[in-house]
């Protein structure tokens, strides 16, 4: 069975940092980190293909760094100049080439606040 575990996340103060991982169980293409506030859709963040091209969301360009560990097929999301507005809970998508389809993670929180 395919497994996307993912850690980091927690409570952070406005400016401050912090970093995410998802570690699939089997080769993976496409990457990706979408985020989810309650009553609203989930929305990507930053997504990531086997070759290192990169693609973010508007709202974290600058902020947030998106890289990947083709060998552990694992993912990262680094996050800097945290804002309020990136409170959410943070999920991990792959696409899972054995199984041609794509997968998501448990989801971690990430709370911003003073």
């Known amino acids: 069975q395919v497994q996307l575990v993912e850690s980091g996340g927690g409570l952070v103060q406005p400016g401050g940092s912090l970093g995410l991982s998802c570690a699939a169980s089997e080769r993976s293409g496409l990457m990706s980190w979408y985020r989810q506030v309650p009553g609203k859709p989930r929305e990507l963040v930053a997504s990531?293909?086997?070759?290192?091209?990169?693609n973010y969301a508007d709202s974290v360009k600058g902020r947030f760094t998106i890289s990947r560990d083709n060998a552990k097929n694992t993912v990262y999301l680094q996050m800097n100049s945290l804002k309020p507005e990136d409170t959410a809970v943070y999920y991990c998508?792959?696409?899972?080439?054995?199984?041609?389809?794509?997968?998501w993670g448990q989801g971690t929180q990430v709370t911003v606040s003073s």
């Open positions: 990531i293909t086997r070759g290192g091209n990169t």
């Open positions: 998508n792959a696409y899972i080439v054995a199984w041609g389809t794509n997968y």
